[in-house]
């Protein structure tokens, strides 16, 4: 028994065209060895723990949970629409993955790859908590860019250890965090790093980008790493008020899910993850996760004697339009919103993915791209093919018998080997460009042949050459399923084959008889006023994105409409929260040549003894207006840090009444 996984989505946001550059090439290989008689277990699940769920659902004042049931549901519906079926698909909240951490840990704790040490961790003194990863902005150690706790996103790149960050800041407050020792629990990497060259060297298979990329890392730096985490949502360590760190029980979801659906289909799991050294595991990854899966994956699996994974095969990155994916910035496509419910056939979207490019290599999304590869090669060259010779046979005999030309088994017989080559190599564009050339070949066979004159002056020859392009069709169904597999599920049943039970070799069984009815055709031609609208759609995306990210639409004022502000410095003499409001507080500030009542929502952050005597830029020349039933006669000017106000402060002692200019 094969077993082949998929990286888990995370349940904290919608299916996008970046996630399918994973698995929908899965799709396609299970569904090739499936056809070449292989015995394939093909298993999936939610990554369901982590800081960035917690913080979510805390915005959203919902449980964890019910955030991840949500995303769930999403992610089981998008794979059923764009036909990836897995046999079982998990969740790794479940029961039975909290028992296999559980249990995996407890062997790691007892064969001595698991120790406490205590550590300094960034704690927050205003939300009294130590930080999870998530919860810390500050400074990358190594690069020096804007990091968050467990990862240099927008710099270097390197995997940060709980404490390693400099400079940290609490992201819910926004206030300045400290450090603070704690124990936690660290996985002893380093005691595998000879395993884990010998292993990347010379027994792991896969993509060269993901091998590379793994050796580097482990031949130049590999530390021990941390396990624990402080939050309540997660798998709990053993006998510690503490989870284990999401890259522990993601990974370990494979196991559970490989139970879980052996137990369905009556198989023992143990032969695949307790077998021996190596078994017939191959993981398909994005190229941001190789890390995980070619270090530290492989050394818990090892620590606590479980089988070893045979291949890691990585996807190229996704662009979008050209521009780095990017959610934020609105380079992105939603396969829901902006795909699916667009009425465009999975199929369609399913092709270019794995026939753009070469499977290890960035793949570039873009609308105008999607329409041509459509029209010029699934509906010009293989749409057209199928749909002409099954009319054609149709209208002019209805039930073809007839002989087939040996060279048409012989290209057959040649798409077929480039195929199943193609596939163990997890090149799947060759896969696909291999069952577009025997299109090509059809087209040029039939219109070479002109079965159109032949069916004035020789039936029987007709009936030959339709029989060959007909055995052509057959075999291109056969061969395009994993690819197109909704499409040609209704060839195929329109052809009176079984596409379950069929094999690759099948497409050489020459057709000795078939009755035909009215075909219909395959495919439908994509629209340009449809791409067009789509670009305008990402184009508008693309505007909000970049206007929420300045804070608000750039509108430039010259020095005369600046000059209109009259803002001076004044100095703060009372202050006094208004009865019955959290945020309200009423001060009196001398503003130099008068004492202005002023009402300023800052009472949530600031106390009124830390105020007196504080010199503050006020915006005089503003409407008075009323708040609370109290007048207020102006404005304090302050920086929005996380949706609190922070007041703002000149240098040094100035006169109240100061104009700032």
Not at 80 to 88: A, M, P
């Amino acid at each position: 028994m094969k077993l082949v996984t998929c990286g888990l989505p995370y349940a904290n946001g919608k299916a996008h065209i970046g996630h399918l550059r994973t698995y929908v090439p899965a799709d396609v290989y299970v569904r090739y060895l499936r056809l070449m008689g292989q015995d394939v277990l093909f298993i999936c699940g939610s990554d369901c723990h982590g800081t960035p769920i917690v913080v979510n659902a805390e915005k959203e004042g919902i449980s964890p949970k019910e955030l991840v049931d949500r995303y769930h549901e999403h992610f089981q519906k998008i794979f059923r629409e764009l036909g990836i079926e897995f046999d079982f698909y998990g969740r790794t909240d479940a029961e039975y993955n909290h028992r296999r951490t559980q249990e995996i840990v407890k062997r790691l704790i007892e064969n001595g790859y698991v120790y406490a040490k205590e550590i300094e961790l960034a704690y927050c003194p205003k939300c009294d908590r130590f930080l999870p990863d998530r919860y810390v902005e500050g400074i990358c150690p190594y690069c020096g860019a804007i990091a968050r706790g467990d990862e240099c996103d927008q710099g270097c790149g390197r995997h940060l250890e709980p404490g390693e960050i400099k400079e940290p800041k609490c992201k819910i407050c926004g206030s300045k965090a400290e450090f603070r020792k704690q124990k936690h629990y660290f996985f002893k990497l380093t005691a595998f790093k000879d395993f884990l060259i010998d292993y990347l060297e010379n027994k792991l298979q896969g993509t060269e980008n993901a091998l590379n990329y793994a050796k580097q890392w482990v031949k130049s730096e590999l530390r021990d790493w941390c396990i624990t985490r402080n939050l309540e949502w997660g798998v709990k360590f053993p006998g510690e008020n503490l989870v284990v760190y999401v890259w522990v029980d993601a990974p370990i979801g494979y196991i559970s899910f490989t139970e879980e659906a052996c137990k369905r289909k009556g198989l023992d799991w143990k032969e695949i993850w307790l077998n021996g050294e190596i078994s017939d595991i191959t993981h398909f990854i994005g190229l941001d996760i190789v890390y995980h899966h070619c270090i530290f994956w492989p050394a818990m699996l090892k620590g606590a004697g479980y089988s070893l994974p045979k291949a890691v095969v990585a996807s190229g990155m996704v662009k979008v339009e050209g521009k780095t994916f990017s959610k934020t910035r609105g380079y992105v496509v939603w396969v829901e919103d902006d795909y699916l419910k667009a009425g465009f056939n999975p199929d369609y979207l399913r092709y270019y993915i794995v026939n753009y490019t070469s499977h290890e290599k960035d793949l570039n999304f873009s609308w105008k791209v999607f329409r041509d590869k459509v029209n010029n090669e699934i509906i010009a060259t293989l749409g057209n093919f199928i749909y002409r010779v099954l009319h054609f046979a149709w209208k002019n005999f209805g039930r073809i018998e007839g002989k087939v030309d040996p060279a048409v088994i012989d290209k057959i017989a040649e798409i077929k080997d480039k195929i199943v080559s193609a596939i163990y190599r997890w090149e799947f564009k060759e896969a696909s460009d291999a069952f577009m050339e025997l299109a090509t070949f059809g087209n040029e066979f039939f219109q070479s042949s002109k079965p159109w004159d032949l069916v004035k002056e020789d039936r029987d020859r007709c009936m030959d050459v339709l029989a060959s392009c007909i055995q052509i069709v057959k075999a291109l169904v056969i061969f395009a399923y994993p690819v197109m597999p909704k499409t040609m599920s209704k060839l195929a049943e329109f052809l009176g084959l079984d596409i379950a039970n069929t094999r690759l070799e099948d497409a050489l069984k020459p057709i000795e008889s078939i009755e035909l009815s009215k075909p219909f055709l395959p495919f439908e031609k994509v629209d340009d006023k449809k791409i067009e609208e789509m670009e305008r759609a990402m184009l508008e995306r693309i505007r909000k994105a970049e206007e929420a990210e300045s804070g608000k639409k750039e509108e430039l004022i010259d020095i005369k409409e600046f000059a209109k502000l009259d803002i001076r410095i004044g100095k703060i003499l009372k202050a006094e929260r208004i009865k019955g409001s959290r945020k309200l507080m009423r001060l009196e500030v001398d503003v130099g040549n008068e004492v202005r009542q002023i009402v300023a929502g800052i009472a949530e952050v600031y106390k009124p003894e830390e105020l007196v005597g504080k010199l503050v830029p006020v915006l005089v020349n503003i409407k008075p207006a009323k708040l609370m039933g109290v007048e207020s006669k102006g404005m304090l000017l302050a920086a929005d840090v996380n949706g609190k106000p922070v007041l703002l402060h000149p240098d040094r002692e100035v006169p109240s009444g100061s104009k700032i200019k």
